[in-house]
Structures are given as C-alpha cells and as structure tokens.
C-alpha cells in the first residue's frame, strides 16, 4: 500500500473510532479491542516524519475518542493506555473540545 493510502486508512480508523464511541453506552463498546489494536499497527507502521504531520491532529481525534471511553472504562484500563501511547502532546480535555493548535 502507498504512503499515502496508509495515511488515509489510519485516519478513517481513528476518526470512525472517535465517531463510534462518542456519547455511547457501555454495551456498545465491547468490541474495540481489535478496531485500537490496528489502528495502533498502522499508526506505528507510518514514518515519524510523516507522523509528525499530522500528530496534533491525532492528538485531537484519538484524545477525544479517549476522553468518550475514560467514563465508561475508566483511566486505567487497557484500551486507553493504548490509545494514549498515540497522543504525544496535549490531550482534548472533553469528547467535545475540538480548539486546536494554530
């Protein structure tokens, strides 16, 4: 696959990650294990240059996503520790801040 192409296919993840488990309940996040697992490979699998341009907006979505779960799974568990290895700088503070850096 083209550079270019894995970049697409981690955002779709992520963003359809974000968008899957804002304002859901509990039962319905029972199956994310798998969905972070590849999202995290095909993050880890893009060069760091390429990384880095687009981080603070991974930033963003993946700390959202994070923000959603935290209520429901709580800081610690498994899956947010995961998802938190992909925010490098400040996480949102809410599934609802979308401020971003300028």
């Known amino acids: 696959m083209g550079l270019y192409?894995?970049?697409y296919d981690f955002a779709a993840?992520?963003?359809s990650l974000e968008g899957f488990?804002?304002?859901r309940n509990k039962d319905d996040i029972g199956t994310l294990s798998p969905?972070?697992?590849h999202a995290i490979k095909d993050y880890n699998a893009l060069p760091p240059e390429v990384?880095?341009?687009f981080q603070d907006l991974c930033d963003g979505t993946?700390?959202?996503a994070i923000q959603s779960l935290i209520p429901h799974l709580g800081e610690d568990h498994e899956l947010i520790k995961k998802l938190k290895?992909?925010?490098i700088h400040k996480m949102p503070s809410?599934?609802?801040d979308f401020t971003r850096k300028k």
């Open 35 to 37: 969905w972070i697992d």
């Open 62 to 64: 993946v700390g959202r």
């Open 5 to 7: 192409r894995e970049v």
């Open 51 to 53: 990384r880095q341009e």
């Open 85 to 87: 290895a992909l925010v």
């Open 21 to 23: 488990v804002y304002n």
């Open 94 to 96: 809410s599934p609802d």
């Open 13 to 15: 993840k992520v963003g």
